[in-house]
């Protein structure tokens, strides 16, 4: 089928579960974007080991690969899911371009758009500064006066946003245009502010691909849709029928609506664990670590790492990374900002990790937008390695913790897809300059 959104030519995959579409002559064809796209296949694809009626795929952009230094993949996957929905749509978007990048927001609005006019209930929640200061009439980047209609419509909502006056709801200095992210959670109450609506996640009641519906189709990713976003590289997933996870994103979707969200989820699904932020305990990503220190070291310990950011808010995590590693653990570390201008603690995370023996490698050329966590461990008392990926919207800073609504999913694997992953992780570790 020819693809009007991309200006290059895309071949639905007839395989098991007929939802990855393929781009043909990926790592090199340059389309009406001026970028590049590494095509749709994913990294891996299964039946989850927790539940075998549930498919899921995980995408790894890689800009390296491309001429332009972009990779578009997993936009494409987006736009993909939206022009086959054939039943309710719900986008939550920490950024949706600017005005100086409609190529890739139209693209979206055109999907959209597209889905709006087959009768897809399609609505969205934005951060609240994700607005141009100068707005007259309807959002610049985004062409058609699409959000114009979707908000008459009940089907757009600006976190922390007046939608009459298009300014924000509260703003501590409406004279510094600098301090958007202070006004952009949809938060309840006062807690709207000094904090950001940074999750990134989609739901899909139906897709129809040909003669095959998959229902209950949820999308987790750390990618924002930008072109900046695009240079960097990120990780998807997409899940086919955990009806747990698709409830329970939905549910938050709706307190975002209503700016009535207060974090602190733990939901169990089918195939993994839902967590949100804002959380009020203990850091949660060091929560989910701790159960591996029970693990032992035989037939290997893999952990790897890949990052936004690291700071010494977020110490708790590198203990558990260490304590890791005193078992014997290999532990790498890809990020590109670590121990930034969050640090609350004036700890050297870098050095600390490789005092114990971590590998660390940041500010990397290309830079990293990834948040997850790559697992193998062995269980004691069966010496049966498990496989575990960990991923979302989540930094690891003080923000990521405690103020902003973000994603966190940990999810188990089988061992092909475990090995897939690990495989991405080197050639990622590579290109990046890691030995």
Known sequence: MASRRFGISTVIATAALSTAALVAGSSGASGELGVDSTGMTPTTSFMSPQDPSVRVEVYNSKPWMTTSGKDISIMQKYNWLIDHATGNVKLAMYNWGNNDQLPVADRLSTAITEARARDVN??????????????????????????????????????????????????????????????????????????????????????????????????????????????????????????ELYDALNSWWVTMYHENDTGNRAIATQVGTLYTSPWSGSDPIAGRLTPFSQYTTTGGCQVNVTQAEFDDSRIAVADQLIALRKKGCAVKVLVSDIDDSDSVNEIDVKGKLQDAGAVVLSDPPTQVHDKSILIKATTGSTGTPRYFYFTGSQNLNNSGWKSDEETFFKLELNSTAYAALSTQFGQHWVAQGGS
């Open 122 to 243: 399609i609505r969205m929640v934005a951060k609240g500064s994700d607005y141009n200061s100068d707005y007259t009439g309807d959002h610049n980047y985004v062409p058609n006066g699409l959000i114009s209609s979707m908000v008459a419509d009940g089907d757009y909502h600006l976190c922390n946003f007046n939608h009459t006056t298009w300014k924000p709801s509260y703003d501590p200095d409406p004279d510094d245009p600098n301090d958007s992210d202070n006004f952009a959670s949809c938060r309840a109450g006062s807690n709207a502010t000094d904090a950001s609506m940074h999750a990134k996640f989609a739901t899909f009641q139906t897709i129809t691909d040909g003669s095959t519906t998959h229902n209950y189709v949820s999308v987790i990713t750390s990618a924002n849709h930008n072109s900046s976003n695009w240079a960097m590289t990120n990780n998807a997933v997409v899940i086919y029928g955990d009806k």
